[in-house]
């Protein structure tokens, strides 16, 4: 009986250990680290998320440019349409104030970033300094299309993309070349018969499935997930450009080869193009500042596509409008920029001229 006692009592006191044990770790768990947690927090650095492979891509890919003196700006849609979110806290965040990663750490393929290509000065020290960082690269080119046509240049190629891989994520440097008009223009990426398609999803990019135009955008630093980033001063322009940045490049071959022929190069014809050229830009930034888009129209368009320019008899500038575009301010707005209304045609406002060359 006493040996009974024994072994019960035993129990008891192993059953009372236990459940000592588990309201000790369960009070530690609930209260004692909940109470520390800010100060844990605050004194150690609790980053969350900044040991995600996309993070770390990007943060070496940054060293690697800043090292380099290499200008890239970021122009990743989604993670631009992120900041944008927030942009007015996200521009006052300081360098290293940030515990968690909620941009460079989305889930994604790509992250991507762009070059205006005359501010690099060193190409071919980049790509063995980022081989040696363990990226590895693929580097696109193809011709120059304004070279089209002159026989000692045509075969000219130049740096159109980047693509830089580490572990399971990659960086796409997407190559601007500058453009006369104050754009920026880049290629399309079309790979050669001896790369690798499995190298990266490229159907995934979202840039260079054709080539693309862009204004000249304006930067500013901000510090991002603890990482200082160049971005387009004005994001939400940035992002509204993508879906209508598709560039259809004028056929120089075929306008070399009509000016062989015919080509007026007399005083009055010079006069004429650029006097055409700064009004086809006064009259497309005036519709933009009214949010209406515009395509050449008649003659204008056939001098863009017949022979890169502006026909020098035409005496005028064509642009069209869609009617459910049309505004009643569209008169005085270009009123105001000094190109008074001369002729109005039709019940409603279909089209309108304007003059052009007194």
Not at 83 to 108: A, L, M
Not at 235 to 254: A, D, G, Q, T
Not at 317 to 329: E, H, T
Request: proline letters at 4%.
């Amino acid at each position: 009986m006493s040996r009974i006692n024994k072994n019960v009592i035993l129990a008891l006191l192993t059953l009372t250990s236990s459940a000592f044990l588990l309201f000790q770790l369960y009070y530690y768990k609930h209260y004692i680290s909940a109470k520390n947690g800010a100060g844990v927090s605050k004194s150690k650095g609790n980053r969350i998320g900044f040991d995600s492979t996309q993070w770390r891509a990007v943060k070496k890919f940054v060293m690697l440019t800043s090292s380099q003196n290499v200008p890239v700006f970021l122009i990743d849609p989604l993670i631009l349409e992120l900041i944008n979110k927030d942009f007015e806290q996200v521009k006052n965040i300081s360098h290293g104030s940030t515990s968690e990663c909620k941009f460079f750490c989305v889930p994604r393929d790509f992250t991507a970033f762009a070059l205006r290509y005359h501010l690099w000065k060193n190409e071919e020290g980049w790509f063995r300094t980022a081989e040696n960082m363990g990226f590895q690269c693929l580097k696109v080119e193809s011709k120059d299309p304004r070279l089209d046509g002159i026989d000692s240049l045509s075969g000219t190629e130049i740096p159109l993309h980047y693509i830089c891989r580490l572990a399971n994520h990659a960086i796409h440097l997407v190559v601007f070349h500058e453009r006369s008009g104050n754009y920026l223009w880049h290629g399309h990426l079309r790979l050669k018969g001896r790369v690798d398609r499995k190298f990266v999803p490229f159907r995934k990019l979202q840039f260079g499935r054709y080539p693309g135009a862009f204004d000249r955008p304006e930067l500013q630093q901000i510090t991002l997930d603890g990482l200082e980033v160049l971005i387009p001063k004005d994001p939400v322009h940035f992002l509204e450009e993508i879906p209508h940045s598709r560039f259809i490049e004028c056929r120089y071959k075929e306008a070399r080869a009509f000016f062989q022929y015919l080509d007026d190069n007399t005083v009055e014809a010079m006069a004429f193009r650029k006097s055409a050229k700064e009004l086809l830009q006064l009259a497309a930034r005036t519709l933009k500042k009214l949010g209406v888009r515009f395509w050449l129209s008649s003659g204008t368009c056939l001098g863009w596509y017949r022979q890169c320019n502006i026909i020098p008899y035409s005496k005028d500038v064509d642009l069209g409008i869609f009617i459910q575009d049309y505004k009643s301010d569209i008169i005085s707005a270009f009123q105001d920029v000094g190109l008074p209304l001369k002729h109005k045609f039709g019940k409603v406002p279909i089209s309108q001229v304007y003059t052009v060359l007194d």
